[in-house]
């Protein structure tokens, strides 16, 4: 079963990544489509990282004393003011285990 | 073809493909504490060392792989999780539309090579490697991406590694907060690329869905709040008329995250 879901898993993600720089594939998406995809990275990515930060421990944590969230803040700030993705990472990811 | 030629445009493939590794670095480094989570939540959950390495060197989606993980340690099914990663790598179409001028004139062996390695970090070096606000359409080097690729494959297929080795000998590595590393990174990706009011809608709405969905442990909140985000951002636009200020709405929203993402690498190489 797990080899199931890591082949089937590939396929997806290769035919996403892969289906559109087929030259003779007649595939064109509606602008439609496009706008609305031009928002699912932001969307995902959020949607991914937003429960690891307010409820990292199965209940909702908005508090000083949830060092996710504390130091979500942090590389927010760090990501709005230097656009820079690694100092970003690693300066919130080392105040991140000092303080957890 | 003289022999002194030969030897020149190999010398400039090889230092094409060194530059791509060298400008892929800085992410690569970054990747390494969720490469060791990738290896050891795979093994926690209850996967082989084999299959949790297979995991990275064959779907090569760190998102993906470890949503599916989550899952699959909740027992969801293979069609739940197969939707959730549709969902999650449909941004790679974007990036496919985006390079499809360039690498949809390559022969095929590397339209698939550079297709399997085509992620955010690389969309993001190759795209910076033209340099200036437009991406110039005859300037592609497949070498330089080729470089980029495989440097960002292997460090992840490394890192795994490492993170299978540390879970065969450490417990409860996962508790070592190493989760941080996708929020840091996540949120160091997103927020350079809310440049516009409606994105900023777009990723409320699927942060405040995400959390709610998680406190009440909807299974399906992924999709729930991403869907949701997306058309809200879309919505937005609509009613607002903000697509209509700039005369293609969608590839400016694309080239404007490429851009941003593009920035911030360009910063880490100055650096």
Known sequence: ?100 | MGAAELTSMTTSKSRSVLKGALAMMPLTIAVIPWGILAGSFALDVGLTPVESQAMSAIIFAGSAQLVALGMIKAGIGIGSILITTLLITSRHLLYAMAMRSHISPLPLKWRLGLGFLLTDELFAITNQSHGGDKLAQHQFDRWYALGGGLTFYIGWNIATLLGIVAGQSIDHLDDLGLDFAIAATFIAIVVPTVKKPSILVCVLVSLTLAVVCAVFAIQAGLLIAAISGMVAGMAYAKLTGEGNAVSAPVHSSTSHSAKSHTDSVKKDQNR
């Not at chain 1, 908005?62 to 590389?75: F, G, K, Q």
């Not at chain 1, 690693?90 to 285990?97: D, E, K, N, R």
């Open chain 1, 1 to 100: 079963m797990i080899w199931l879901i890591i082949i089937s898993m590939a396929v997806v993600v290769f035919s996403s990544r892969h289906l559109l720089l087929e030259p003779k594939l007649p595939i064109r998406l509606s602008k439609n489509t496009l706008t609305l995809l031009s928002y699912s990275a932001p969307a995902v990515l959020t949607a991914i990282f937003a429960p690891i930060v307010f409820v990292p421990e199965g209940q909702l944590a908005i508090s000083i004393h949830n060092p996710y969230l504390t130091c979500a803040l942090v590389a927010t700030v760090l990501a709005y003011v230097t656009r820079n993705t690694l100092l970003t990472t690693v300066l919130s990811m080392g105040l991140f285990f000092i303080l957890y």
